[in-house]
């Protein structure tokens, strides 16, 4: 948010609980993040990995891989279930811990009952998209 470049985050995860950051910018958006399906197992290769300047991390990880339209990703076709993900989830009652926080991502477990309208914001002259999304809470 806050810059001209247009940017999708992914974070993958393997079976022991490792995880990694990818990133796809701008055009590579609409053809390779149609590929990555949520729970999938996937080869990758030909992604560049770089260190994540630090204003831009969003959680403790530091490297990334930059998918683009070279990147070759494969699925993995696998009878077994779907592959576990540890999650660490925050309370309601704690995320006002974690408002000003840009450094660290949290995850959320809730009920999404409303999607609002996308919208356009100008901030600094520099445009974004934002939505919000209403939860249900019923810790």
């Not at 990133?23 to 290769?45: A, C, E, G, H, W």
């Not at 990147?71 to 408002?99: G, N, R, W």
Request: aromatic share 8%.
């Amino acid at each position: 948010m806050g810059t001209p470049t247009r940017k999708q985050k992914f974070v993958f995860y393997d079976s022991e609980g490792s995880r990694v950051e990818g990133i796809i910018f701008n055009d590579d958006i609409p053809r390779m993040s149609q590929i990555l399906q949520v729970f999938k197992k996937y080869r990758i290769s030909n992604a560049e990995v770089r260190p994540i300047p630090s204003k831009f991390q969003t959680s403790e990880l530091t490297v990334q891989w930059v998918i683009s339209s070279r990147t070759v990703i494969d699925e993995i076709a696998d009878d077994d279930e779907v592959m576990p993900v540890k999650f660490c989830y925050s309370k309601f009652t704690d995320l006002v811990q974690h408002m000003d926080d840009k450094t660290r991502s949290v995850d959320m477990l809730g009920v999404v009952i409303s999607a609002l309208e996308r919208k356009t914001v100008i901030k600094n002259s520099r445009q974004s998209d934002v939505q919000k999304f209403v939860l249900l809470n019923e810790e």
